[in-house]
Structures are given as C-alpha cells and as structure tokens.
C-alpha cells in the first residue's frame, strides 16, 4: 500500500513542475536563447544574413558615430519622459475627479478607458488624419474663418515628435486612470474622516495623505509605461513613418530599418542590444526592490 | 480488360514521365496590385503551357521589403524557393553568398548579350554568368504634368531646371500647387535623384552615385544640386509630409496640382482613372534630363537548388521571361518597357514610346545611369546612407546644403566601410 501510494503523492508533487516545464523551455529557448543569439550577432561583421565572425565592438562604433541613432535615442528621451509623466499626471486627475461620486461614473470610466482596446497602429492612423494640415484640426479652423491659424506640428521636423507624444497620452492616460481609481478606492475613509475633523481641505487631504497613499499604484504604472515607451513601434510607423525625415525616428523603428531593410543586421543588433540596456537598467532595481520586499 | 490495362499502363508510364520533366517551380514575388498581379498571372500562364506547375509565392508590399525578409529565412534556413524578385546591387550580395543557380546555358543559346544592353547584362551577372533574368525597364526621371493647370496659369513645360522655378512660380501665384510631392524618404530621393542628373550631368551622377566617389559626394557641385533640390519644397503643399506617392499622382490628375516627379508606374494611376497621354496629362523627362534616363529594372533572381527537373523548370522560366510575347503582354500592364532591346512598341503609347527609344538612344551615349533612390547604383546599406541625409536635409532647414555634402560622405564611407 505504502509503496503504490509514494509515486501517486510525487506524481501529484511533479505535475505543476510537468505542466509548466514546456513554457519554460520555450521561454528559455525563445526569449533567453535568442537575446544571446542577437548579443552574438552584434559582435559579428553580419550585413544581409548572419555570419557568425567576431569583430568586437566595431558594430557598436558605427552606431554610435551614426547621426540618426542619436537622433532616435533622443526622441526616446523626449517621448518617454512626456509621455509617462504626462499620461501619469492626467490618468491621476482623471480618477480624482471620477472619485467624487460623479453620475453615470460606469459609463464615463468605460469612454476614458476604451482608446486602450484600439490597437496602437488604429490610434496612429486617426491621429494622423486629425492633426494633417490639410485634412484635419488646422483645416477645420481656417475653414471656420480664423485663417491664420497654425498647426503643422506632424509635418515640422522639430514638432512631429510631440504628435507622437499626443496620441500616446490620448491611448494610454485612461489606463492610468483605471489604476488610480482602484488605488483611490482601497484608500480607507476613516482616516479621510479623521482628517476633515482636524479641520484639512480636500486639496490638502489629497496631497498630503491620498496621494502619497498611491505610491505602489503609480509605481506599477511607471513600469507598464516604460517598457510601453521603449518599445514603441507600431504606433510611429503608423502616425508619422519616422518622418518628416527621420525626425520622429525611436530605437525600436531605426533597429527594423538597419536589421531589416537595409542589411546591416550587425547595427540593428547592436541597437537592440542598447534598447534590451536600457530596459534591464530600469527592471532591474524593480525586481531587486520586489524581491527584498518579500524577503522582509 | 487486358486493353484497359495497357491503357492504363500507357496512362500511368506517361504520366510518370511527364512528372519527371514538369517540376514545380516556386516563384517569390511583391506584385500584388492590380495591374502588376495581372502580368504575373500571364508569366503563371506561359510557364504552365511548358508542362511546369507554378507555385505562387507572393509577399505583399510594395517595396519588397517584407518579402525580402521572407526570403532571407527561407535561405537561412537552406529551402529557399526557385525563383525569387531580387533587382540590383542586390543580385551580387546574394551571389557573394554563393546560393544563386548558373543560367549561362540558356543565356548563350538565346544570345542574351545580345539581346540585352550591356548596362543591363552587367546587373544580371555575378562572376560573368548570367543568375538573373530581367523582366522590365522602368524610367525613374519622369515629370508627369497637368496641361489644363499649365494653361491656368500661363506657363509653359519646363525642360531646364531654371525655366521649372519659372512655371512653378507662375502656377503658384495662380493659387494652385505647383509641385505635388509625397515626404517620404524613398520620394525625396527619387525627386533628388533626377535634380543631380538634372544640374550635374551623368558623368557627376555616375562619379558620387555610382562609384561613391567621396570628393564627389561632398563636393560644390553636390551643395549645388542640395540647394536646388530644397527650392522645390517651397512649391509643395502643407499636406506633403508622408504622403504616398499615388496620391500625389492623384492631385495632378485631379488639377490641383501642376507636376509630379515619379517614375512611370505613376502612368497606371492615370491610365486607372481614364485619362490620356498628351491629351489629360504630359510625360516629360524631368527637367535636363531629356537626354538621360535613370533606369529601375525588375528581375527575377534563380537559387541553387540540388534538382534536375527545377533546374529545366528555372531555365524554363527565364527562357520565358526573356520572350518577346511576355516581355510586351507584362509591360503593357505595369507601364514600363521591354527590357530587350527591338521589341515590338506597336501596342504601346506615347510615354513608353519615348521611354523606349531614349532608353535605346542613352545606353548609345552613356547617359543611361542606374537609379539611386530605387536602389539599382548601390548595395541597401548605402542607400540608406544616402537616403538618411537627402531626407534630413529637405525636411529640416537648419541643415545647410554643405553640411548634408559633409554628411552625405561620411555615412556612405561608414556604410561601406569593411568591418
């Protein structure tokens, strides 16, 4: 009896470890396994198909005395910091606002969070048509009469890459706000009544008790928009193609372009490779952070 | 049953040996629009009456950007297909990879070097055997004009570049758009392209396009050709940034626009909207260009595959494509010409007529140069080069036109550099 029941217990020991073994192959082979490939392949004097020779940091040289690239890793900078910190700031007043028992609160919340269900390439192609000089705001208002007016940001070299900062913010701010309101929610009344019984404002009881309360909430939202930042893809190709020029030019669009189109697979590694630097540099201390945390 | 058995014996020894010559060939291809799927349907057509089956391999986008990436894993992956659209410079990178088939014997006996210019022969081989077989000829240095918009306002069809700011200026005052233009980097290197061929010559083209001459590349003449080409931009209208190119084709037929700059697919977006060479819309070379001709060439590329019956099936092919009926029934579809030279021009109109006997006349005079911005001059990593800072500098005024020489230059060297 003793013996026919062991295996029985270690076969119900091994099934979770049974059913996750084959995702973990496959996240080891396909995300792990192929980093190091393209890690490789950024060392390699690769041009149209790989080639697996070793020419050291050469790849990396070319990249960095290359104009676009930094042209790219600037727009990311620029892109990035808007867009998080704007998308933070109206996601955070949007929930604050749908907190004060509004009417019909459902269906507002539902119209904020939708542009999230749109697909980054939809948002692009209606920004695109909106903020086209001939087509879209500016049309509209010099067809109202006011003709000097002026809004050609999508097709100015030094303004397109605020359009891109538009339409990010347009699709993702609801998403913020979504995550601000259940952080808003958690945070206990009593100490919100205590405190008006001390005599607070709603403004000060906001800024000085709820908000730092969200911490954890805008923390996860940082995280979510960053690595939506660096990513960013679909939706500069489908708002701007990069241009005018390559004006609107991210890392991720100008790593396809070298890999891809142009047959210099070892630069467009090489630029992966800096784009996987920068994600690890800020997912890194998250982790860290997690993981003390539950160690404590 | 004794008859019916040999009959099927017959039946099944000839099927049997009509399947050891018939090979399945496989064919990758980006044209996927209208007119370009049909002339591939006729290619389909003429290889299936030679006993081949076609295995229809299409890639869609326009460019073939996509469809190269399909083909670069394909071969990575040691199954690459039979034959595959591959023009230009391109041609040699991937025999230096050393996966193209040899087509020599079907060349010679057709008498190819013959047939074909050597301009167009040269592109076509790698280590001097023919691994490519070319389909068209397109002309990249056209200007399609608008005559109604000419006669509005009183101007006339410029054949220098001096007398185009003229009649730009003149359509522009009469309120209408002088130059309809698409921003993207692909179009300005096409408008750029024919300006340098315009201003400097072939002999200049050929020197910084061709040979990547660097003192030619950063060079006065090529600040002068940048700052004629950023004059046209004053010409454009607000809504030019990423446009595409047909709907730019599209203002011009519409008569809100005077003169496009485009290679002569744009005559399928006239021919698609009913309209009449020389009567509704003007063909001309752009300006100073009349006596070149920037050439664009399609072909299709055989891979090394360890098979008999494919090899007669590629040989086959390229037989076919070379044939003067396919050569005529898929360049009346796709608005280019014949890229053998004394096809019939018969069926023809106008714009390919031209196209045609200035091909002919330039390859005579070395003024037929390979086109840059459809990437017939140079490997793709130069172009890009190439692109990154004709593109920068029409779209941002703080470059000046030295500079984007000085830039131009130094990311070609960086592009071809060996590492």
């Given amino acids: ?296 | 049953m004794k008859l019916s058995k040999i009959g099927l014996g017959i039946a099944l020894a000839l099927g049997l040996s009509m399947s050891a010559q018939a090979a399945e060939v496989e064919v990758l291809h980006y044209w996927t629009s209208g007119g370009e799927a049909k002339s591939v349907a006729e290619l389909k057509k003429m290889l299936e009456a030679k006993g081949h089956t076609w295995k229809d391999f299409a890639v869609a986008g326009g460019g073939g950007e996509s469809a190269m990436t399909v083909l670069k894993s394909r071969v990575v992956s040691g199954n690459p297909p039979a034959a595959a659209q591959i023009k230009g410079p391109s041609i040699q990178e991937w025999g230096e990879e050393g996966v193209l088939a040899n087509i020599d014997g079907v060349a010679t006996k057709e008498g190819w070097d013959k047939l074909l210019p050597k301009v167009v022969s040269d592109v076509m081989k790698h280590d001097g055997k023919y691994v490519a077989v070319p389909v068209n000829v397109h002309r990249v240095n056209w200007m399609w004009a608008n005559p109604e918009v000419f006669k509005k306002a009183d101007a006339t069809v410029p054949t220098t570049w001096d007398e185009f700011f003229v009649a730009a200026d003149k359509i522009k005052a009469a309120g209408m758009t002088a130059v309809a233009h698409g921003g993207q980097p692909w179009q300005d290197a096409t408008t750029f392209e024919s300006v340098v061929l315009g201003t400097q010559g072939p002999v200049f083209y050929n020197k910084a396009f061709v040979e990547l001459d660097p003192k030619s590349l950063d060079s006065a003449q090529m600040v002068e050709a940048l700052e004629t080409f950023r004059k046209i931009k004053q010409y454009t209208d607000e809504g030019a940034p990423g446009r595409d190119w047909n709907l730019a084709t599209s203002m011009i037929i519409k008569g809100e626009a005077g003169m496009q700059f485009m290679g002569d697919w744009a005559k399928g977006e006239f021919t698609a909207a009913g309209k009449k060479p020389g009567v509704d819309y003007i063909c001309a070379a752009a300006p100073g260009t009349s006596k070149g001709f920037t050439f664009n060439i399609d072909s299709f590329v055989m891979f090394d595959l360890d098979n008999k019956d494919l090899a007669a099936g590629q040989n086959d092919l390229a037989s076919t494509v070379l044939s003067p009926e396919f050569q005529e029934v898929f360049n009346l579809n796709k608005g280019s010409i014949p890229a053998r030279l004394g096809s019939s021009m018969e069926k023809f109109d106008d714009c390919a007529k031209l196209s045609s006997k200035d091909f002919v006349e330039s390859a005579k005079f070395d003024t037929l140069v390979p086109s840059m911005a459809h990437g017939m001059s140079t490997f793709s990593s130069t172009q890009g080069a190439i692109y990154d800072t004709v593109t920068e500098f029409y779209n941002n005024d703080k470059v000046t036109a030295k500079d984007a020489a000085a830039k131009m230059a130094k990311a070609v060297a960086s592009a071809t550099a060996d590492l």
Wanted: proline residues 4%; charged residues 15%.
């Fill in chain 1, 1 to 296: 009896m003793n013996a026919s029941s062991k295996p029985k217990l270690s076969f119900g020991e091994y099934l979770p470890k049974i059913v996750v073994a084959p995702t973990f192959v496959a996240t080891l082979i396909f995300i792990y396994g192929f980093m190091l490939w393209n890690a490789w392949l950024s060392f390699s004097s690769s041009r149209m198909l790989p080639k697996y020779d070793w020419v050291g940091l050469k790849q990396y040289e070319r990249l960095f005395a290359n104009d676009r690239w930094w042209v790219a890793a600037e727009n990311l900078l620029i892109f990035g910091v808007l867009f998080i910190v704007t998308c933070l700031v109206i996601g955070l007043f949007l929930a604050i606002f749908l907190d004060q028992k509004v009417r019909a609160e459902g269906a507002i919340r539902t119209i904020y969070l939708y542009p999230m269900a749109l697909s980054f390439i939809v948002t692009g192609t209606a920004w695109k048509w909106i903020l086209n000089p001939e087509l879209g705001i500016q049309r509209m208002f010099r067809e109202m009469g006011w003709e000097s007016f002026s809004f050609d940001w999508l097709v100015n070299s030094d303004m397109a890459i605020y359009t891109v900062v538009i339409a990010g913010v347009w699709q993702s701010s609801g998403f913020v706000m979504a995550l601000c309101l259940a952080g808003l929610r958690g945070v206990d009344e009593n100490i919100v009544k205590a405190a008006r019984v001390d005599g607070a404002s709603m403004p000060a009881i906001y800024r000085r008790i709820i908000i730092p309360g969200l911490g954890p909430v805008f923390f996860s939202a940082l995280i979510v928009l960053t690595h939506i930042a660096i990513k960013s893809f679909d939706l500069i190709v489908a708002l701007t193609g990069g241009g005018p020029g390559y004006a609107t030019d991210v890392p991720a669009t100008f790593m396809y372009t070298y890999a891809f189109t142009r047959g210099q697979i070892g630069v467009g590694s090489a630029a992966s490779m800096m784009m996987l630097m920068a994600v690890v540099a800020i997912i890194v201390p998250y982790l860290y952070s997690e993981l003390r945390e539950k160690k404590q």
